[in-house]
């Protein structure tokens, strides 16, 4: 009833012309917070906000964009993210250092420390870890401990753990001028080394960067739980030995621009759309714990009860995290393959036979880690969409 309340609220104050309510009623149009998700209905309140001069309604519809269906994928993504940063908004700050942050020109390496640091000091935590690692390695910089170390010292008492050790070369990208936004980039992955044929298995080097795996890992830390597996009898996640790590997943309501950019690189490497994705899911393996041989399609049970309509799991990508010490490989043990874990680089392998039946020949398995820890981000690709935009 609050809630109806409220809706109706926003919905009177959207009506009147005010841009914070207008963008507030679309985030819950969006996200079917107060009926079914509309995101054309969203998208028409956050252009009448954007319109006012809301530069959140500017990023709200380029992280909408993103998905590709809603709105298209155009220029305007990258002319909406600036306006956001010219904002000092600190979610725009830390996608566009990330951005940038990618690109081997001296100057935009130190553009991504710069937008970092606005981030930082605009209150987001995410960005001051990404900083603190970035100064601690003299990425983009000279190394700079102290100042790495004074970036700790104002996490830790939030409980904000420190990350661990990545590192990764700067992907190859599509030439641009220096200080040039060019998010489409993601669009464009690099290409899959075949590795197997049954089941069909495949290797993407160097998908993403150090930035973008400690983004994925930073975020995810707090909302780690233990990891669940489906009875593929009732389709309940239930508590099983077959798999012993802990996980986080992204809810699209708590997604940001950053966050979904990474999904929509990792999709479109597996060669699928962000809007086939499931959740993502980043997991965490502690030394001795693993993910015993499985198969990731679902059973008929879970399917019924999860967006049908979208098909089973055609296809999942993972990508490594961070270098495990020993340890945490991904087994195909009817290909007789293993693949080692190496930070941002991605395995990605078909669950379903070229008819579209689900193929037993998909099992796999994440090894026992030995030493150190392994962190993994795995995306699950449906047949059909699967996410609302």
Request: charged letters at 20%; proline letters at 9%; a negative charge.
């Amino acid at each position: 009833r609050d809630l109806d309340t409220a809706a109706a609220r926003y919905r009177e104050a959207a009506a009147l012309g005010h841009p914070g309510a207008q963008l507030e009623l679309a985030r819950m149009r969006l996200h079917g917070i107060d009926g079914p998700a509309d995101a054309a209905e969203a998208v028409n309140w956050l252009q009448q906000a954007e319109a006012a001069g809301h530069p959140g309604a500017a990023y709200l519809l380029a992280l909408v964009a993103l998905g590709g269906t809603a709105l298209p994928r155009d220029a305007r993504i990258n002319t909406r993210m600036m306006l956001a940063v010219q904002h000092r908004l600190p979610p725009a700050l830390r996608a566009v250092a990330i951005h940038f942050g990618r690109k081997p020109d001296p100057a935009d390496q130190t553009r991504c420390l710069q937008l970092l640091q606005a981030a930082a000091d605009g209150g987001d935590v995410v960005a001051a870890q990404l900083l603190a690692e970035r100064l601690a390695r003299g990425e983009g910089c000279p190394v700079q401990l102290e100042s790495a170390e004074a970036l700790w010292a104002q996490l830790d008492p939030l409980g904000v753990p420190r990350l661990p050790s990545i590192e990764a070369a700067i992907p190859a990208q599509p030439e641009a001028a220096p200080g040039t936004l060019t998010l489409e980039d993601a669009l464009s992955p690099p290409p899959t080394v075949a590795l197997a044929t049954t089941p069909r298995v495949g290797r993407v080097e160097a998908l993403l960067s150090a930035d973008e795996c400690r983004l994925l890992v930073a975020s995810a830390h707090p909302q780690l739980r233990r990891s669940m597996t489906v009875d593929p009898v009732t389709g309940a996640a239930v508590d099983h030995p077959i798999r012993s790590s802990s996980d986080a997943s992204f809810d699209p309501l708590n997604e940001d621009f950053a966050l979904r950019l990474v999904q929509l690189r990792i999709a479109r490497a597996a060669g699928m759309e962000l809007i086939n994705a499931e959740q993502l899911i980043v997991l965490r393996y502690a030394p001795g714990q693993e993910y015993r041989p499985h198969r990731d399609y679902l059973p008929p049970s879970t399917l019924a009860a999860d967006h049908p309509a979208a098909g089973n799991r055609r296809r999942t990508i993972c990508v490594y995290l961070n270098a495990v010490e020993e340890g945490g490989a991904t087994a195909f043990p009817r290909a007789g393959l293993s693949v080692s874990p190496v930070p941002g680089q991605a395995v990605v392998f078909d669950n379903l036979d070229a008819s579209g039946k689900a193929d037993p020949e998909s099992l796999h398995a994440g090894e026992p880690v030995v030493a150190g820890e392994k962190w993994l981000a795995t995306l699950w690709l449906r047949e059909r969409p699967y996410r609302a935009f």
